[in-house]
């Protein structure tokens, strides 16, 4: 979260993924005839005010691959907390069989500094939902976009450093590159030169300005700037390579988008195109988690079998049927509305109408 919060790269692409996959909002849809379950759904998403949870949720689910809520009630869902990402320090699992599998968490262990005086155990699992993308098993953690951009991989005996570490080194060295080659220093051989005046040339060199200085003394002398070793231009492809990894490791093109000039209309559409490949399955499971971990709980607890009502979590909103003139006058030509009904619909689409006590 560090590297989110203070990398201006990170935070755009787990921002637009985030937006891209939450940031539309949702609405329920139920069974024909069970429009109490909805209700029910809706007024509870209202009070702990899903729509924001699902949205800090999404950038830490990416970015982290983690995100824990937290049941106030373990007994019954009446309220959601958010636990900070690094509150669950170790996921206790059984094994499977005779065998050591993991297999079903056991509780969720929290870091001393969350654990009060008088709660030194684990959280059961009952009372936590957890959020997890990329996981290698079950009850293991997520492995977040992020993440893969902060580890360091290790080849027989060496160690390649992380990607955000040389990324972050190479902009700490390039303001100070600029430093040195934007106002380069001047040195001017003096030929027969005394010591005196040796001395008074390396305290100017010391003392230069950041900009570079020009140094001379007596005629005749020969100038030669300190320039750039041509040489380190190669360096240029190193540098595109570790920027390019960065940009791969953040999973959306839509940065190097905005950042690199040259990309066409069609650029961007592919762009937008890729992008949507990655977001779906996180919508998709986002969905099921909902309707598992959270609407199905709550019709329980009030006593609707969810089989039965099917109350469903749909992304956007809801799509309304285009209602054209002569739909309108056939349903009033068959009775279906009345004719106040028919005169206010009719306003909608420019009729001008009078009023029916002043017609008589």
Known sequence: MQLYERDPTCKSSVDLLAAGTVGMGFYTTCEQGRER??????????????????????????????????????????????????AVERIELSAYSNYKIPHKVQGYKLRSTYQGTSFQGSLSPS???????????????????????????????????AYS????????????????????????YLEKADPATIKQFESAIKNRPEEGAWLFYNRPCEVKPVTLDPRAQGFVYYIDHIVNQFYLGCETPLPRLFSTPGFTEASARAALDLQDILIRPVQRYIKRHVERE??????????????????????????????????????????????????????KFGWELWDQKAEL
């Open 37 to 86: 379950a909805k209700a029910v759904v809706d007024e509870f998403c209202e009070k702990i005010n899903l729509d924001s949870l699902l949205n800090d949720m999404a950038k830490c689910l990416i970015a982290c691959g983690n995100d824990f809520w937290l049941k106030i009630t373990a007994d019954e869902l009446t309220d959601i907390l958010r636990l900070p990402v690094d």
């Open 127 to 161: 009372s936590v939902i957890h959020w997890r993308l990329n996981s290698s098993s079950a009850g293991s953690f997520g492995l977040g976009l992020l993440q893969v951009l902060i580890h360091t991989l290790r080849i027989g005996c060496d160690r390649r450093p």
């Open 294 to 347: 959270l609407f199905n709980v709550v019709l329980w607890q009030s006593r609707i079998d969810p089989n039965e009502a099917k109350v469903r979590l749909n992304w956007g909103t809801p799509e309304t049927p285009e209602l054209v003139p002569s739909d309108l006058i056939h349903a009033a030509q068959l009775s279906l509305i009345r004719p106040e009904e028919f005169r206010k619909n009719a306003v």
């Open 165 to 188: 570490w040389m990324k972050a080194k190479i902009e700490r060295l390039m303001p100070k590159i600029f430093e040195k080659y934007a106002g380069p220093d001047v040195l001017a």
